[in-house]
């Protein structure tokens, strides 16, 4: 099936009211993070499902990643992780891949497509080889680079990897972006739900120089008492 069928197949989901609340959701208007970004209003799962049945070569999701319309970025990168995750795909093809994604860090420019990308691409390519490029990203000016650091070490936090989590959610402490205060509180929540131990021991040390987000969201899940003590500044 083509990238113009794809292309039609989207605009024949299209939903006018939902795109109006997903561009204020996404915070497209002037001067935010998502300016400029044009939603047709479609539901992910009706884009995961749609992504299933293209298998497009990479030359057709640059196309998709180069478009403004942000479900059509979002189904590129569902076809992409679908050809990074296919049976039998060498490792010379998931290079490629790995690449083509890193080179088109300024096309994947909102917190979900980071969110559901990231991951299942950079992270689990990385997990067996050097991670010196996710140091790079995170010391970037762009906010979806820094984002996509902290989102890849997911990967390695699900195999029980806490170091490059902790050292990349040093680095972006003293961002000065919501979107990253969420995102490394998230990473550090993660990692105590697997080793509270490791995760207090990254707390203790910042817990009262972090931005008050990063610390709630990395709190979460501990005890209630446990919990207002970080909030009173009280460990």
Same mark, same amino acid.
């Given at each position: 099936? #083509?990238?113009?069928?794809?292309?039609?197949?989207?605009?024949?989901?299209?939903?006018? *009211?939902?795109?109006?609340?997903?561009?204020? /959701?996404?915070?497209?208007?002037?001067?935010?993070?998502? *300016?400029?970004?044009?939603?047709?209003?479609?539901?992910?799962? +009706?884009?995961?499902?749609?992504?299933?049945?293209? =298998?497009?070569?990479? +030359?057709?999701?640059?196309?998709?990643?180069? #478009?403004?319309?942000?479900?059509?970025?979002?189904?590129?990168?569902?076809?992409?992780?679908?050809?990074?995750?296919?049976?039998?795909?060498?490792?010379?093809?998931?290079?490629?891949?790995?690449?083509?994604?890193?080179?088109?860090?300024?096309?994947?420019?909102?917190?979900?497509?980071?969110?559901? #990308?990231?991951?299942?691409?950079?992270?689990?390519?990385?997990?067996?080889?050097?991670?010196?490029?996710?140091?790079?990203?995170?010391?970037?000016?762009?906010?979806?680079?820094?984002?996509?650091?902290?989102?890849?070490?997911?990967?390695?936090?699900?195999?029980?990897?806490? =170091? =490059?989590?902790?050292?990349? #959610?040093?680095?972006?402490?003293? =961002?000065?972006?919501?979107?990253?205060?969420?995102?490394?509180?998230?990473?550090?929540?993660?990692?105590?739900?697997?080793?509270?131990?490791?995760?207090?021991? /990254?707390?203790?040390?910042?817990?009262?120089?972090?931005?008050?987000?990063?610390?709630?969201?990395?709190?979460?899940?501990?005890?209630?008492?446990?919990?207002?003590?970080?909030?009173?500044?009280?460990?």
């Amino acid at each position: 099936m #083509s990238l113009t069928q794809l292309k039609k197949e989207l605009k024949n989901n299209a939903n006018s *009211e939902q795109a109006k609340n997903l561009q204020r /959701f996404f915070k497209t208007g002037k001067g935010e993070y998502g *300016e400029g970004d044009i939603f047709l209003g479609i539901y992910v799962p +009706v884009q995961r499902k749609i992504a299933k049945k293209y =298998d497009l070569e990479l +030359v057709d999701i640059q196309k998709l990643l180069n #478009s403004n319309i942000h479900e059509e970025r979002l189904v590129g990168l569902f076809i992409l992780i679908d050809k990074y995750q296919k049976s039998g795909v060498s490792v010379t093809q998931q290079k490629q891949i790995f690449d083509f994604y890193l080179k088109n860090t300024k096309s994947i420019n909102n917190w979900d497509l980071v969110d559901l #990308s990231a991951p299942k691409i950079t992270g689990r390519y990385l997990l067996e080889k050097d991670r010196n490029i996710l140091y790079k990203l995170a010391e970037s000016k762009n906010l979806w680079e820094k984002r996509i650091a902290i989102l890849s070490t997911f990967a390695f936090i699900r195999e029980n990897q806490f =170091d =490059d989590t902790l050292k990349i #959610s040093e680095i972006l402490l003293n =961002d000065n972006h919501d979107l990253i205060h969420k995102a490394v509180g998230w990473a550090l929540r993660e990692v105590g739900k697997r080793d509270m131990k490791e995760e207090e021991k /990254f707390l203790k040390k910042y817990y009262k120089k972090m931005p008050r987000t990063t610390l709630r969201y990395a709190i979460e899940k501990f005890p209630e008492g446990l919990r207002l003590k970080y909030l009173k500044g009280k460990i």
